[in-house]
């Protein structure tokens, strides 16, 4: 089974790994050959000069500094020395013959400073020469290690732990891949620098040259992993079985080097990395073109691609063109490797500022921890085994030492770059509910901004033009390369621009436009929610009104015309019951089609019999289709049937009157005649009752169409069963 690391398994690792490299780093230049001299080369004067003397260390008994001519070793060989011996880096020269006679020498010196006893002649300013006889030492001081080797090795932890860090939470990227390994290659090309550039004069040449070697391998692969980042990051632009050309290519390059088919290292190595460093400038170029409408990726590219040509630029026109050229490099290989501490650091804040490779405040927090505890492992292994203190106490003190200096600082740097502020999208949704509640107006446009500035704390925030009816197809968008976000209109609110996130201490990232997006969206659906219940109100009470023109008023209308008091209390009672229906809206659900039809047959019977007029009742239904109304559906009915009833015994004058209901497959149709005065459609102005009817009709998709003349009224309504349904 496939086992995945997490991010801070992953960094653990990265972080371990290169404390044992680096412990592997300080063992090798500690063990190199020490004289306590501190020296400079003097290349007008032929001369290596003695600048001081360190008073601990094996040459302590040189009588004054000088210039140092020559070394003699127990056995009796002897070598004069020259200030070529003090070359920071081979490849300087520009043959490799040139570079195998440095390593030859460099073996011969190594070999006579490995032997017990060494003499050491000094030219003194007086011209006088002198001979100091000097018992060497194992064991190189940590202390005595120059500012220069803790710089390389220091850039090296760095770029490695870096890449490490991005890429364990992106491992499928190929952009954290390659950044992983530019990481790789800074921290192999810097570590063996680190041991042969800082030497005091001389290592093993063999082991020179291999360290040389390394070097130049991880320059290279710096130049692999920045390509490779480049063609994929932020946009890919080649297909990925293609990325693997810059390793081929530079990785034959390396191969001429190592087998010296070249004149030499201006060819063999450097030409090599100022190709990748012009490659690379390409790229970025490249990429600035192909992002121009993503403004958020062509800023973060802008960030990123500043600080890599800034950084690399450096080292390469300070110590690889003048080597090419065959000139004197302008600053010292050691702390030139600082120049790749803005890459990386470039890329820290660049995650910061602009998400680069979509990475979110927790990816620091785990870099936090994860130092924390390599800072309270190291201070513990420097307090037993630098300061001789018991395991106990060391341990206590370094926890001390954490938690008063380290956690702190951390804080402070978290409150720099993190934004702290706390997203609760359960109060988010509250908020944006108080929002589509409030009425439109200034107040509901106030409390929309406060939430966006709590979220977001723009420098600035101003109304847009966008209309509304174009809101809906213009999505929450990145402006002026992440300076502002856009939100289009939401209901009767305007749209706005906010500018500069975070009171400009960053730029908005797509996480900001997403929330963004998820806010409008929340409370869009909650405006909509709002109206829609305000409508559903609305419909409720049109019901509610509609309900008791019709039922209600023709029961009371029975009442009024009934001479029996016993009756008259009946209906009043029906009346009652019928308004909580009315009220409740419950209609009387679950009763069947038969049971219906026949209480509001006896109901209109008894009200046109009280009025003095007939009733032909007839009632079709399909074979075994008549099942229960729906409450809709069956309410509609009996208004219809009340208030043409209704109609008819306030204005007809008629003896008669039919009501005709038919059930033929999901529609119902009712047709009602009366023999009476009739009126004219065209002349007649329709009151409430006959455009509640009509409206019932309409509200169950359903017809209704009435008719009249000098014999009498005639009204047809047909409307469907289902829920949803349509008429034929």
């Known amino acids: ?80 020395l020259t200030p070529t011996d003090r070359l920071d880096e081979p490849d300087v020269f520009a043959t490799y013959a040139e570079m195998g006679n440095f390593f030859a020498r460099q073996g011969r010196i190594e070999a006579i400073l490995s032997q017990n006893e060494v003499e050491i002649y000094v030219l003194g300013d007086n011209g006088a020469q002198s001979r100091t006889r000097v018992d060497l030492f194992r064991q190189r001081s940590i202390s005595a290690l120059p500012a220069a ?96 050309l810059p390793a081929l290519l530079f990785g034959a390059w390396l191969a001429v080097d190592q087998l010296q088919l070249v004149s030499g290292p201006p060819i063999g190595i450097h030409l090599g990395v100022v190709t990748a460093m012009v490659t690379i400038l390409v790229l970025v170029f ?27 630029g450096a080292f390469v026109l300070t110590i690889v063109v003048p080597n090419l050229i065959g000139s004197t490099p302008v600053l010292l290989q050691g702390y030139a490797f600082m120049f790749f ?13 602009y998400r680069l490779f979509e990475l979110e405040d927790w990816a ?63 109060d988010l949704f509250r908020q944006v509910v108080d929002i589509a509640l409030t009425p439109p107006g200034a107040d509901q446009l106030a409390r929309w901004r406060q939430l966006l500035q709590d979220v977001f704390n723009p420098l600035s925030m101003d109304t847009t033009d966008i209309r509304a009816d174009a809101a809906a197809a213009t999505p929450v968008d990145l402006t002026d390369e992440g300076v502002g976000l856009s939100l289009p209109s939401v209901g009767d609110l305007p749209g706005l621009r906010l500018d500069y996130a975070d009171g400009g201490r960053r730029l908005f990232s797509p996480r900001d436009a997403t929330l963004a997006s998820e806010l409008r969206a929340m409370l869009a659906h909650a405006l909509e929610s709002r109206q829609s219940y305000e409508r559903g109100v609305a419909e409720e009470r049109e019901r509610i009104a509609r309900d008791m023109h019709d039922n209600i008023g023709v029961q009371l209308l029975s009442a009024l015309h009934s001479k029996e008091v016993g009756r008259k209390d009946s209906m009043i009672r029906e ?16 009763i069947s089609m038969d049971e219906t039809l026949a209480d509001l047959r006896v109901e209109i019977a008894e009200h046109l019999a009280t009025a003095g007029i007939g009733l032909d009742w007839k009632a079709v239904a399909d074979e075994g ?39 033929h497959g999901d529609t119902m149709a009712v047709s009602i005649e009366d023999d009476g005065s009739g009126f004219d459609t065209s002349a007649t102005t329709s009151g409430n009752g006959m455009a509640n009817m009509r409206a019932r009709m309409v509200g169950l998709r359903g017809s209704f169409e009435i008719s009249g003349d000098g014999t009498g009224t005639r009204i047809e309504a047909r409307f469907p069963l289902a829920d949803g349904g349509a008429l034929p």
Not at 290 to 295: E, F, H, L, Q, S
């Open 149 to 244: 080797f803790w710089v390389q090795i220091a850039v090296g932890l760095a770029g490695f732990w870096i890449g490490a860090w991005v890429w364990s939470f992106r491992r499928s990227d190929w952009g954290t891949r390659f950044l992983a390994l530019a990481g790789v290659s800074l921290l192999v090309s810097a570590f063996p620098a680190a041991v042969y550039s800082t030497r005091e004069l001389a290592i093993d040449g063999t082991i020179f040259r291999f360290l040389s070697g390394v070097n130049h391998a991880g320059g290279l692969l710096f130049g692999v992993g920045m390509i490779g980042l480049f063609l994929s990051y932020p946009r890919q632009l080649v297909r990925s079985r293609y990325l693997a």
């Open 575 to 590: 009346t009652l019951s019928d308004l909580r229906d009315i009220v409740n809206n419950a209609s009387r659900p679950g």
């Open 364 to 426: 620091f927090r785990i870099l936090f921890y994860v130092c924390g505890v390599l800072l309270l492992v190291t201070l513990d292994a420097l307090l037993i085994f630098a300061v001789a203190v018991e395991r106990i106490p060391a341990f206590g003190l370094s926890l001390l030492i954490v938690a008063f200096l380290y956690l702190p600082f951390r804080d402070a740097i978290g409150r720099l770059l993190i934004d702290r502020r706390a997203v609760s999208r359960k």
């Open 341 to 353: 501490l803005l890459i990386y650091v470039g890329i820290a804040l660049g995650v910061v500022r």
């Open 1 to 80: 089974m496939r086992v995945r690391l997490t991010p801070v398994a992953v960094l653990s690792a990265a972080m371990a790994f290169g404390l044992v490299l680096a412990l592997l780093m300080v063992s090798a230049a500690v063990n190199a050959p020490w004289l306590g001299l501190k020296l400079s080369s003097h290349p007008e004067y032929d001369l290596i000069w003695i600048d001081a003397i360190d008073p601990e260390g094996p040459a302590r008994n040189i009588p004054r500094p000088g210039a140092l001519i020559s070394l003699t070793g127990a056995n009796g060989e002897s070598i004069n």
């Open 286 to 312: 490249v990429q600035y073109r192909v992002t121009r409408g993503d403004p958020l990726a062509r800023a973060a590219l802008t960030w990123f691609g500043l600080s890599v040509a800034i950084g690399a």
């Open 625 to 663: 289709r008549v099942g229960a109304l729906a409450p809709q559906a069956a309410h509609a009915l009996r208004s219809v049937i009340r208030e043409a009833t209704s109609n008819a015994i306030k204005h007809a004058g008629g003896s008669t009157m039919a009501i005709t209901i038919r059930h």
